[in-house]
């Protein structure tokens, strides 16, 4: 069945670092991609999305190709702030169903 | 921006008693979901519903569990007899159509089972 792997947390970084959250998923079809990001005491909120091969999703600096041959979706962001604290999920959803699938979270720490 | 809402933020209640939590999709949304959190887990899929009728569920969604759409605005998810391991984030997500639609998710009711 379909699944998403992301990198174990924590992560702590320093501000003004560069990120990278890695993800991997299997797919029988061509599934779009997610990051949602998770802030303390808060829902999902949708950070950015792809949804076929090569396209690339992008929201508030971060960035995220969807790369087909590798199977990865990973997020990068050049210059971590404080506020970016929160935990990340990597998703997918395929078309032929309803469901989101997410991966564990990846807990991200900047420090100041 | 319109948002996802849910009530309660938080409840607390004693193992075998009855849970409702409810939710209020973006209006001009059509498919409704549920899914929960499970502390230090993943987020788990538990139900997809649309035309007012569940069109997917999960493993996890047995006969405890139950989702109505009582009104035009809102969404409910019923626990009939809670059990300890309910205890979890519940999130109800919204959207305009189904497969590479976005799924928009309000805030979570944490549910504690005593």
């Known amino acids: 069945g379909n699944s998403v792997t992301q990198m174990e947390g924590p992560v702590t970084l320093s501000e003004e670092a560069f990120l990278t959250i890695n993800c991997t998923y299997t797919?029988?079809?061509?599934?779009?991609l997610f990051w949602y990001v998770q802030y303390p005491g808060e829902g999902l909120q949708l950070l950015l999305k792809?949804?076929?091969?090569?396209d690339k999703g992008s929201n508030k600096g971060f960035e995220a190709t969807y790369r087909k041959e590798t199977t990865s979706f990973h997020l990068e962001k050049g210059s971590v702030q404080v506020s970016d604290s929160a935990v990340y999920f990597c998703?997918?959803?395929?078309?032929?169903?309803?469901?989101?699938?997410f991966g564990k979270g990846t807990r991200l720490h900047i420090l100041p | 921006e319109p948002e996802v809402t849910q009530t309660p933020s938080h409840q607390v209640t004693q193992m075998g008693q009855e849970v409702i939590l409810r939710c209020v999709p973006i209006?001009?949304?059509?498919?409704f979901y549920w899914y929960r959190q499970i502390l230090g887990q993943k987020v788990e899929f538990l139900v997809s519903?649309?035309?007012?009728?569940?069109?997917?569920k999960s493993e996890i969604f047995d006969d405890q569990f139950s989702v109505e759409r009582p009104d035009g605005s809102n969404f409910t998810l019923k626990i009939r007899s809670t059990k300890l391991e309910d205890s979890a984030m519940y999130f109800c997500?919204?959207?305009?159509?189904?497969?590479?639609?976005?799924?928009?998710f309000g805030p979570g009711t944490r549910l504690l089972v005593l």
């Open positions: 997500a919204s959207s305009q159509g189904l497969a590479r639609e976005t799924q928009y």
């Open positions: 797919a029988t079809g061509y599934p779009s």
């Open positions: 792809a949804t076929k091969a090569d």
């Open positions: 998703a997918l959803s395929d078309p032929r169903d309803d469901k989101i699938i």
């Open positions: 209006s001009n949304h059509l498919y």
């Open positions: 519903f649309y035309n007012n009728e569940i069109s997917e």
